[in-house]
């Protein structure tokens, strides 16, 4: 009964190790809330993350139809009017951009910002409806060219809008849409004037984090080049070619409109389809902590079956206080992982975070296993796991196979270990004790 009794202890304490590695998990995801509070920081005095859309050519109109309405005197027919619009889209559209990145600063957290390097060419034809009713003709009204930006408040100094070659001057706003940006009046047309531009739009846009460009066109043709050596490519599509390296990356991108509905989707007013660059940061120290304490459970496992072991075969009889000591230290382990990452490199913070706590360890399980040896060799065990679990944290592809693999190393090595001893035996000797 005294084995069973002990198994018992060891479970429920294991079991409450749990509460601080709780604890600790809570702490990283409420350093991560901070940290994107920090990011919102920036983004509500700098600008935030940037969309591009256009140009896009809108030409509203008014006109006159007659209805039948029922009134006092019965029914009659009356005039009345009604607004409309018509939207086109450039028939090519080319962005060629260079992403300069920087960082801002919000306390212990660095939010990477950057400022684009904007250059858009597009062609644009569009056919300006005759009027089917000639006796009471549309009233076209002033069409306005224009330019969607996700915040406008990145624009640094004045961009510039030229239409076959002549500049002409914008103003703030989508026109009538809800949207932001900058815009161009043009002259008014007339109805059946076929319409042809050529436009060029150069820009110097700042951004936080994240750059979209939606393919608005009928043959869109994107380029983006950048120092920063860590993009992400997301969106709808993926570059066509791109190069990442240590010295920045370049990427390409070439989207037709038989593969995008971003033109029904801007009539509609729903959100647009786009490509998108981010620039992250490769080493997450939160996400990485966070995954780290999801192996916690299984270092306190580990080291409570090890103690087991060896009270039970050597019998050195171990507390449930020093169970949980060693549980609890096994457990700051962490919140000096994520304490240590947010001031030094991630991989720095562990191996100081490491160092300490198997140092830590050894030195104490040399006296509650009355050897020097026998401690060396759990600091030495617990070193293993740790440069274990760092190797399943960089690398997070194979993170499963890995952990896999190390189940069973450790399972089998526990096995081999254990397949001479007879269990009847201690549990019979330990009765025996208690007698």
């Known amino acids: 009964m005294r084995l069973f009794f002990k198994i018992a202890i060891v479970f429920f304490l294991t079991l409450a190790i749990l509460i601080p590695l709780m604890l600790v998990h809570g702490t990283i995801t409420e350093r991560a809330s901070y940290r994107q509070t920090a990011i919102q920081d920036v983004a509500g005095s700098y600008a935030g993350e940037q969309a591009i859309t256009g140009p896009v050519l809108v030409v509203p109109y008014v006109e006159t139809f007659e209805r039948e309405e029922t009134g006092p005197q019965g029914v009659r027919k009356v005039l009345r009017e009604r607004k409309g619009q018509w939207t086109y889209f450039p028939d090519a559209l080319s962005i060629d951009g260079t992403l300069a990145p920087d960082t801002r600063t919000r306390g212990l957290y660095r939010v990477p910002v950057y400022e684009l390097g904007l250059r858009a060419h597009a062609t644009l034809r569009a056919v300006i409806p005759s009027d089917a009713d000639t006796i009471r003709p549309r009233r076209i009204g002033q069409p306005y060219l224009s330019v969607g930006l996700q915040d406008a408040r990145g624009l640094v100094g004045s961009p510039k809008l030229a239409i076959d070659g002549r500049t002409v001057p914008l103003q703030g706003g989508f026109g009538s849409r809800d949207r932001g940006g900058v815009h161009a009046r043009l002259a008014i ?27 608005i066109a009928k043959d869109n043709r994107f380029n983006l080049a950048s120092a920063w050596p860590h993009p992400s490519f997301g969106g709808s ?28 989707r801007f009539l509609a007013n729903t959100p647009l389809p786009s490509v998108s660059v981010s620039m992250v940061d490769p080493v997450d120290v939160y996400v990485l902590a966070d995954r780290a304490t999801k192996y916690g459970i299984l270092f306190v496992v580990l080291t409570f079956v090890g103690f087991f072991m060896f009270e039970t075969i050597k019998q050195l009889p171990i507390h449930p206080i020093q169970y949980a ?17 947010e001031h030094i490199p991630f991989g720095a913070a562990y191996v100081i975070a490491a160092v300490a706590c198997i140092g830590l360890l050894g030195f104490y399980l040399s006296a509650v296993l009355r050897s020097a040896t026998r401690g060396i060799g759990f600091a030495a065990m617990l070193a293993l796991l740790y440069a274990a679990l760092y190797g399943l944290l960089v690398s997070e592809d194979n993170a499963l196979v890995l952990g896999a693999g190390l189940l069973f190393a450790i399972l089998a090595a526990i096995m081999i270990v254990t397949r001479k001893v007879d269990w009847y035996a201690l549990q019979h000797r330990g009765a025996m004790q208690a007698a």
């Open 325 to 341: 000591l060693v549980g609890l230290a096994l457990a700051i382990f962490f919140l000096l992982l994520v304490s240590l990452s």
């Open 189 to 215: 047309p007339r109805a059946g004037e076929t319409l042809a531009f050529d436009i060029r739009f150069d820009a110097t846009l700042g951004g936080t984090q994240s750059l979209e460009l939606v393919p």
């Open 237 to 264: 599509f993926l570059p066509r070619t791109r190069t990442v390296g240590d010295t920045g990356f370049r990427a390409r991108w070439e989207i037709s409109s038989l593969a995008t509905d971003a033109q029904s």
